[in-house]
């Protein structure tokens, strides 16, 4: 039988060290996170009044099943002003003066140095406001580039419900890993027109690098 070359033992050996180093450095990073648990705030309070905006809808976030948009309002709709532009999407600091619909936690390794929470989860306060409007008429009113309360509000096709079930789970691209978020939303409830059933549920994944976006939504009335 051959005996093992000098250069093949040697070269064992150093594979041998590197897996061993790899396998120590990950038992070290597990205690590493052991040792550091993240730190879960709730929201709203004095420090934390909960998201800068009114709705998760934006220019470039629009939950559309079917030609139907959409619109779970996070904050009272009748708080925002006559004169902001939903498609910005965020409004600081006038957004935190207006009432939640929502309240939650929010996860972060540091909340001194990250710039924003790594898992968000909120819930309903028992009535969140959805805006379901039609997609062509949504984009219409929006082809200016501006869209407020009253020309949403104005929409002919508007419905509007309250869910009595809503939550909404965001593991945002600091959460290690791939580096992608993503982000699930499920709501249901009563039509206030018709007193129908609805059910609005999206899922989303975003890539914080390129800016892409893969949403899929799901909206059944009635």
Known sequence: MKKKSTSQSAFFNVRVLIGLFVFLA???????VRANPPVIETFPSPTRPGPPFY???????IPTDDGTVGI?????PSCIPTDFNLLLFFDVPAAFGCELTIEGKLWWY??????FPFKIQQWGLG???IYFVDEAELAAAAQDGVLTIGELQALPSLLIGFADSYLEVIHNSNQGGAGKGHSVQNASGTM????????????EEFHPDTGERTLR????IG
């Not at 709705?55 to 976030?61: I, K, Y």
């Not at 540091?110 to 710039?115: E, Q, S, V």
């Not at 939504?217 to 059944?220: A, K, L, M, N």
């Open 26 to 32: 990950g038992v070290f990073l597990a205690l590493v």
């Open 55 to 61: 709705a998760n809808f934006s220019a470039d976030f």
């Open 72 to 76: 779970a309002f996070l904050r009272e």
């Open 110 to 115: 540091d909340p001194a140095t990250d710039p």
């Open 127 to 129: 009535a969140v406001p």
């Open 192 to 203: 206030l027109q018709s007193g129908l059933p609805f059910y609005f549920h999206y899922t």
């Open 217 to 220: 939504v799901r909206i059944d």
